[in-house]
T-cell receptor, first 119, second 109 residues
Framework: DTGVSQNPRHKITKRGQNVTFRCDPI?????LYWYRQTLGQGPEFLTY????????KSRLLSDRFSAERPKGSFSTLEIQRTEQGDSAMYLC?????????????????FGAGTRLSVL | GEDVEQSLFLSVREGDSSVINCTYT??????LYWYKQEPGAGLQLLTY?????DMKQDQRLTVLLNKKDKHLSLRIADTQTGDSAIYFC?????????FGKGTSLLVTP
């Protein structure tokens, strides 16, 4: 088990460009989450997948943001027409199957994040 | 987030105990967590507590939950320089974790 993996670790882009980030969750985890963290703040929830279904989206996820998890394994987060305000750390987390009485589904493990800088 | 509040900074001497405090407003939070973040890194889960518990101990870490006052604390015994980091309190509401702004812990020799 290698943990949650995110790529790239850093991305520098010009305003107006599109960017895509990838997250590979812990292999047996069926739940996947995206968060955004700006400087000096705690992470803020963006969206949640259970298997391939996107079940919850925050109001922070504007129309320029889209997330997918096509086969219920890895996920991508795309930002179109990037703005300077999109500069942040984008964190992915995953959690496991919840057997009855198990805490596993409620424990989110985070990747190292992708730091986006929009110039 | 505005629903979870933490003091921003704490400084302790190596070997002392550290106590990091958190208050939350959402009484429907089923689980409460402490995460650690080192510079430029992701979040490392330290410990968590179910909302019907009032204490949990895990090696050097002790979590206390006062549900009536919506107050959560993390005590780190025998604090080491490697414990210097930002500590985030978070509550689980539905699927989403709701984080505080973090407490920056500085451990001095």
């Amino acid at each position: 088990d290698t943990g949650v993996s995110q790529n790239p670790r850093h991305k520098i882009t010009k305003r107006g460009q599109n960017v895509t980030f990838r997250c590979d969750p812990i292999s047996e985890h069926n739940r996947l989450y995206w968060y955004r963290q700006t400087l000096g703040q705690g992470p803020e929830f963006l969206t949640y997948f259970q298997n391939e279904a996107q079940l919850e989206k925050s109001r922070l996820l504007s129309d320029r943001f889209s997330a997918e998890r096509p086969k219920g394994s890895f996920s991508t987060l795309e930002i179109q027409r990037t703005e300077q305000g999109d500069s942040a750390m984008y964190l992915c987390a995953s959690s496991g199957w919840g057997r009855q009485g198990s805490d596993t589904k409620n424990i989110q493990y985070f990747g190292a994040g992708t730091r986006l800088s929009v110039l | 987030g505005e629903d979870v509040e933490q003091s921003l900074f704490l400084s302790v001497r190596e070997g002392d105990s550290s106590v990091i405090n958190c208050t939350y407003t959402d009484s429907s939070s089923t689980y409460l967590y402490w995460y650690k973040q080192e510079p430029g890194a992701g979040l490392q889960l330290l410990t968590y507590i179910f909302s019907n518990m009032d204490m949990k101990q895990d090696q050097r870490l002790t979590v206390l939950l006062n549900k009536k006052d919506k107050h959560l604390s993390l005590r780190i015994a025998d604090t080491q320089t490697g414990d210097s980091a930002i500590y985030f309190c978070a509550g689980l509401t539905g699927y989403a974790l709701n984080f505080g702004k973090g407490t920056s812990l500085l451990v001095t020799p």
